[in-house]
T-cell receptor, first 116, second 112 residues
Framework: DSGVTQTPKHLITATGQRVTLRCSPR?????VYWYQQSLDQGLQFLIQ???????AKGNILERFSAQQFPDLHSELNLSSLELGDSALYFC???????????????FGEGSRLTVL | AQKITQTQPGMFVQEKEAVTLDCTYD???????LFWYKQPSSGEMIFLIY??????QNATEGRYSLNFQKARKSANLVISASQLGDSAMYFC?????????FGTGTSLTVIP
C-alpha cells in the first residue's frame, strides 16, 4: 500500500460525458502528479501540483483540467470524453518537488476509465 | 530533449536466474535521478530502486541492482534469483528539470 488513494477504481461512461477522478496523496506529501497510461502510448505525464499550485504541465488536453485543494487532495476533471480517453489514470505523490533520494513518486492504484 | 528508451518490449527468464532489463537515457542536465518501477498485472506502480547522477556506486535494493554507466547513459536493472512474482512490466524513469520521464516499459515473464 503506497498510501496514495484514488477513486473511483473503475469508471464506465459514454462519449461526451464528464468525469472527475479524485486523489488523496500520502500524508505529508505536497506534490501531486497525474499520469495517463494507455496501451499504445505508455505513461504520459499530464500535470503536477505542489502545495496547491500548478508546477508543470505535460500533454494535457484542453478538455482536461485539474486542481489541488488546500487539504492537498487533487481532482482531475475530464470533459467531452472521447473513445481515445479510455485509459488508466494514475495519481502519484511525493514529499517535495521530487527527484533525488527519497523523492520517488508513490503511485495510487489508478482509476481505469472506459469510454463507450 | 529528455528521453528514456527501453528497447526490450518483452523478456523471458528462467526462475532463479538473473535478468538484465535495459534502459538508456538522454539528457544534457548534470543533475538527474534514475528510477525503476514495477507494474504487476494488478496495475499499481511500485518503486524499486533509485540512482542519482552523482552517485559513484551502483544502487542495490535486495535482489535489485542498478548497473549505472554514466558515460554510456545507461541505467540497467538487474534482478537476481528471479521469482515467479517478478513477472510484471518494468518501467525506467528519469527525473530532471522538475519532471519525470518514463520509458515505454519491458514486460518480464519468469518461467518456472
Amino acid at each position: 500500500d503506497s498510501g496514495v488513494t484514488q477513486t473511483p477504481k473503475h469508471l464506465i461512461t459514454a462519449t461526451g460525458q464528464r468525469v472527475t477522478l479524485r486523489c488523496s496523496p500520502r500524508s505529508g506529501d505536497l506534490s501531486v502528479y497525474w499520469y495517463q497510461q494507455s496501451l499504445d502510448q505508455g505513461l504520459q505525464f499530464l500535470i503536477q501540483y505542489y502545495n496547491g499550485e500548478e508546477r508543470a504541465k505535460g500533454n494535457i488536453l484542453e478538455r482536461f483540467s485539474a486542481q489541488q485543494f488546500p487539504d492537498l487532495h487533487s481532482e482531475l476533471n475530464l470533459s467531452s470524453l472521447e473513445l481515445g480517453d479510455s485509459a488508466l489514470y494514475f495519481c502519484a505523490s511525493s514529499p517535495r518537488l521530487a527527484g533525488g533520494p527519497g523523492g520517488e513518486l508513490f503511485f495510487g492504484e489508478g482509476s481505469r476509465l472506459t469510454v463507450l | 530533449a529528455q528521453k528514456i528508451t527501453q528497447t526490450q518490449p518483452g523478456m523471458f527468464v528462467q526462475e532463479k536466474e538473473a535478468v538484465t532489463l535495459d534502459c538508456t537515457y538522454d539528457t544534457s542536465d548534470q543533475s538527474y535521478g534514475l528510477f525503476w518501477y514495477k507494474q504487476p498485472s494488478s496495475g499499481e506502480m511500485i518503486f524499486l530502486i533509485y540512482q542519482g547522477s552523482y552517485d559513484e556506486q551502483n544502487a542495490t535494493e535486495g535482489r535489485y541492482s542498478l548497473n549505472f554507466q554514466k558515460a554510456r547513459k545507461s541505467a540497467n536493472l538487474v534482478i537476481s534469483a528471479s521469482q515467479l512474482g517478478d513477472s510484471a512490466m518494468y518501467f525506467c524513469a528519469m527525473h530532471t528539470g522538475n519532471q519525470f520521464y518514463f520509458g515505454t516499459g519491458t514486460s518480464l515473464t519468469v518461467i518456472p
